[in-house]
């Protein structure tokens, strides 16, 4: 049987520069937050390095899937629409191990489309509020959020958001089977 193709070569070179940008994100930014907590770099200095790369690496391929999103349409297969939420109770019955009636989406399930939305929602307020923090050129935005603490907040909170969305995307991953896992690194399934 001939392997389905499930994702092109683009997307799946721009999932692998935004996986790793997004995680290293995430965890440079809680240890600039507290060090203490999330001790996970050698000093500040290693973890603001980390975390510019990172986050110009984020917001290149942020940039760079939108594009390709609108350029080869594939945005309707991840945007939720009127039949996403049509089936969501039924999904969640599934997921939830509330009905042993497992039903087969064109690509992405329920979850995964809103997961992914929410991806394409908190970045770029995570990096508006991410310049605010890290550059004078965006000192305006910073006052007309009410100043540094609050942009910092914000930061924190959209941070949070993004570590339950890598969570239950990696949940997905991890739990629908071995040949959509397989097809993120090879493209078919």
């Known amino acids: ?25 995430i965890l440079s930014g809680f240890y600039i937050h507290n060090p203490s ?34 350029k080869d349409k594939n945005y309707r297969e991840i945007i939720p629409n009127r039949k996403t939420w049509l089936s969501f109770p039924g999904f969640l019955k599934y997921e939830f191990f509330l009905s042993n009636k497992k039903v087969t989406y064109p690509k992405y399930n329920p979850g995964q489309k809103l997961l992914i939305t929410n991806f394409a929602l908190v970045i770029p307020i995570q990096i508006i509020t991410g310049l605010a923090l890290y550059s004078k050129k965006f000192e305006g935005t910073a006052k007309a959020a009410g100043g540094l603490n609050p942009v910092r907040l914000s930061h924190y909170v959209l941070s949070l958001m993004l570590v339950y969305s890598v969570s239950g995307h990696l949940y997905f ?17």
């Not at 973890?47 to 609108?70: D, E, M, P």
């Not at 991953?173 to 399934?189: M, N, Q, R, V």
Request: hydrophobic content about 45%.
């Open 1 to 25: 049987m001939k392997a389905k193709q499930r994702h092109t070569r683009t997307a799946i070179i721009l999932h692998w520069i935004y996986a790793p940008a997004v995680i290293t994100s």
């Open 37 to 70: 907590r999330f001790n996970v770099f050698h000093t500040m200095d290693s973890a603001k390095k980390v975390h510019a790369v990172s986050q110009y690496a984020l917001i290149f391929s942020f940039l760079a899937r939108i594009v390709y999103g609108f």
């Open 173 to 189: 991953a991890f739990t629908h089977g071995f040949k959509k896992l397989k097809s993120i690194f090879t493209g078919y399934e």
